[in-house]
């Protein structure tokens, strides 16, 4: 079923939204000081492209530097790819087919809001449950 799920949501949207982030990743290396923003909107850019059987988690190791670039990430580019992920996921749940490609996308904005202090593990990981992420 996530095979399914994940090549549908990549016809339908996550090619658009993994070229949003892409952009958002290429201004920030020009911008050569926030290049850990890039990284991460890499990362998430690979992640949107087949969200399906993986999910972000918490890194323990986040701190308030995390905190502090979260809030610049916002400012800079969060606020129109999470507008990306409303507007996505809103049409998306027009339609019967649509509605768990719409709610993967509304899941999607707090993550594309503050992506920094976040990690992308499968779903069948240990590290996907918060309770046992510290006995790796």
Do not use: E, Q
């Not at 998306?92 to 996308?105: E, M, R, S």
């Amino acid at each position: 079923m996530r095979i399914v799920l994940n090549v549908i949501w990549l016809v339908l949207c996550g090619v658009w939204l993994a070229i949003g982030y892409a952009l958002a990743a290429l201004v920030c290396f020009l911008l050569i000081i926030t290049i850990p923003f890039g990284i991460a909107s890499l990362r998430m850019a690979n992640y949107t492209l087949w969200p399906f059987g993986r999910r972000v988690v918490d890194k323990p190791t986040a701190g308030t530097a995390s905190l502090i670039g979260n809030v610049l990430w916002i400012l800079l580019a969060g606020w129109w790819l999470a507008l990306g992920h409303l507007t996505t996921g809103l049409a998306l749940c027009l339609t019967v087919i649509g509605i768990p490609l719409g709610l993967a996308n509304f899941k999607l904005i707090p993550v594309s809001l503050m992506p920094l202090g976040k990690d992308i593990v499968p779903v069948d990981s240990r590290d996907s449950d918060p309770y046992l992420a510290g006995y790796r």
